[in-house]
């Protein structure tokens, strides 16, 4: 896929974490599938997590931050 791809799914899933009127599972899901991305998401994450009305969807892009700067597989495709 190339960057241009990559980088348009990472925003379209920023904004569906981000989106409040859709069901916390569903943004859950899009903070999840940010990792796909790996050090390519951090930026998504991080905004994520300083803009989200809701600390669960902060600790878990928080969580993501973390184990991408730590190395840690953060998804299961690995």
């Not at 989200?52 to 998804?75: C, M, P």
């Amino acid at each position: 896929m190339s960057m241009e791809k990559n980088q348009i799914a990472i925003e379209v899933l920023r904004d569906i974490a981000l989106d409040g009127s859709l069901m916390v599972s569903e943004r859950q899901r899009a903070i999840d599938a940010l990792t796909i991305f790996k050090a390519s998401s951090m930026e998504a994450l991080e905004f994520i997590r300083r803009r989200t009305d809701l600390q669960i969807l902060k600790e878990r892009a928080n969580l993501y931050v973390s184990r991408i700067k730590a190395g840690t597989i953060t998804n299961l495709q690995a």
